[in-house]
């Protein structure tokens, strides 16, 4: 193991693991986090807290992540490249692994355009690759980006997106070989509604073995009505929401279009079970956190191990 | 070339009001081939300033002048003979010609009458886009010659991002994504698996983080 986090332990065992996230509030309100989590609790084996996610001001991913540490559960440090330079990053990071967070996700991060402070000047002093390489170097040489020894390296769990559905479809294997390079240890995928180019994808990262050098979660974000499947698909950048999807939700009665919703979420677990490589689900409930015990009981993928029977010597071999 | 675009004319008119004689100063270089502040643009913004003020009954005095150079002491050296006789001086120059100016006559205000805008290109009659930030340390060998740093919005060394969509950045729909065009012109050349070299961490000095930038050339010392 490289080290000590639950997320790392669970892929290794080779059970499917399941990681979900927690936005954190826009406010300074910590009960707002807590109310949230709390929902998570016992369902997941992680939970991404994200770094003001869409360019939004929310409260730092660090802050909310120590909250959440505090309430017993396995917080992923969630950091964009977009806010802070490498200076700020390193500190975050030593900050984060001293209270014991153990796992994060590297980003690029959605462009200020997109939020509530267009003006705001992007950082962007390394990228999400670059990030990657400076997490592993951290962990594994004991040294900062700028060179010099860390007194005490943090030994973090290193994972980072990969959109299959963004262009060109045609270098989308070849970038996630880049982050296996620059040393990701697990991939959340972008919410996947189209399953054929998800496993033509897939297909290409098997024939070049990534899969079995990178951990891929697959990124699942039930839908609550056909306007949201309409939004996903029309305004939301690089995703890709079949039209069949679009009218299937349209198709029953607007107060079924949640269980619908919910419907297509489980077919598409169901389905992507059998895709060799994919090694866990990312699960997305977007204000929506209250449905992921529901999703997780009738996805067949509960209960979650526990620390007890995650010991070396309960650590099974391959697939459930 | 060094693009830039004129300031509205109110802002223009606020910052010479206050004068009774101005020197309009053009220059014959990048902002003349950008339409901004050539000989042409300094005549018109003259006769405009000056109709302005006749109709407001506050006449404004313009000497009107276009140096070959206004970022070169030489001819901003020109000056000399006009710059007694005017209160202030309205620079069409880039921030360079501007600056240059205020270093040279230390006790005369100067005003831009431009917005100097980005190291560019023309990509068709009237319209000229982002290329170069002059970072210091080219990288456009690696990246099939095209600017990740310039043209990625997200300045990305390793792309593209996500947001990538039918070849267009996700920022803007009117605006190519760098990394599309890096692949396709990668693939032209033969040169795909170029692509899967990472490229490291900026050293962020050679483009201002150690501070303004100078270029030292012994050989053309004097």
């Known amino acids: ?320 | 070339m060094i693009t830039a675009e004129r300031k509205p004319m109110e802002e223009l008119i606020q910052c010479v009001k206050p004068y009774r004689s101005i020197l309009l100063a053009g220059c014959n270089e990048c902002v003349t081939v950008c339409a901004a502040g050539g000989r042409k643009e300094v005549g018109v913004l003259a006769s405009a300033l000056k109709m302005h003020f006749m109709k407001a009954g506050q006449p404004l005095e313009i000497q009107e002048i276009t140096l070959e150079r206004q970022c070169d002491p030489e001819y901003v050296e020109q000056l000399v003979s006009n710059i007694d006789q005017v209160d202030a001086v309205l620079s069409m120059a880039c921030g360079c010609g501007v600056q240059e100016i205020a270093r040279r006559f230390h006790d005369k205000p100067v005003f831009p009458a431009l917005n100097t805008k980005f190291m560019g290109a023309s990509e068709r009659q009237g319209v000229w886009a982002e290329r170069c930030h002059g970072c210091g340390d080219c990288v456009l060998g690696s990246t099939g010659g095209i600017c990740p740093v310039a043209r990625c919005s997200k300045q990305l060394f390793n792309g593209p991002c996500g947001g990538s969509t039918n070849g267009k950045c996700e920022v803007d729909p009117n605006v190519d994504c760098a990394w599309q065009l890096i692949w396709d012109r990668l693939k032209a050349l033969g040169l795909t698996e170029r692509y899967e070299e990472n490229l490291p961490a900026k050293d962020w000095r050679s483009a201002g983080g150690a501070g303004p930038r100078r270029i030292i050339r012994e050989d053309l010392a004097l």
């Open chain 1, 1 to 320: 193991m490289k080290t000590e986090s639950t997320l790392e332990k669970i892929l290794a065992s080779g059970d499917l693991a399941v990681t979900s996230e927690c936005g954190p509030p826009r406010g300074a309100l910590p009960q707002k986090v807590r109310e949230k989590a709390e929902m998570l609790r016992g369902y997941v084996d992680g939970v991404n807290v994200t770094d003001n996610q869409t360019a939004m001001v929310r409260m730092s991913s660090l802050a909310a992540c120590i909250l959440l540490k505090q309430m017993g559960l396995n917080p992923i440090l969630q950091m964009v490249t977009r806010d802070r330079n490498r200076l700020a990053m390193q500190s975050d990071i030593l900050g984060a692994y001293a209270h014991g967070i153990d796992t994060m996700l590297c980003l690029s991060g959605d462009h200020p355009h997109f939020g509530d402070h267009p003006m705001a000047a992007s950082v962007h002093d390394i990228d999400s690759i670059q990030l990657i390489q400076m997490v592993k170097d951290m962990r594994d040489e004991g040294l900062f980006q700028g060179g010099e020894k860390i007194d005490g390296p943090p030994k973090m769990f290193i994972g980072a997106a990969a959109n299959p559905f963004a262009d060109p479809f045609e270098l989308r294997v070849a970038r996630l070989a880049k982050k296996v390079k620059a040393g990701v240890d697990f991939i959340q995928t972008q919410c996947i509604y189209n399953l054929d180019k998800f496993e033509k994808w897939m297909e290409g990262v098997r024939d070049r073995g990534l899969h079995e050098q990178v951990h891929i979660m697959a990124g699942i974000t039930p839908m609550k009505s056909v306007g949201m499947a309409r939004y996903m698909k029309n305004k939301v950048p690089g995703m890709d929401v079949p039209d069949e999807l679009v009218k299937r939700m349209g198709g029953v009665p607007k107060d079924k279009q949640a269980d619908e919703g919910i419907k297509i979420c489980l077919e598409t677990i169901e389905r992507l079970k059998g895709v060799e490589g994919v090694r866990g689900f990312h699960l997305m409930a977007i204000e929506w956190e209250h449905k992921v015990p529901e999703i997780m009981e009738r996805a067949g993928l509960l209960p979650r191990p526990t620390s007890e029977n995650l010991g070396a010597e309960n650590v099974r071999g391959g697939k459930p």
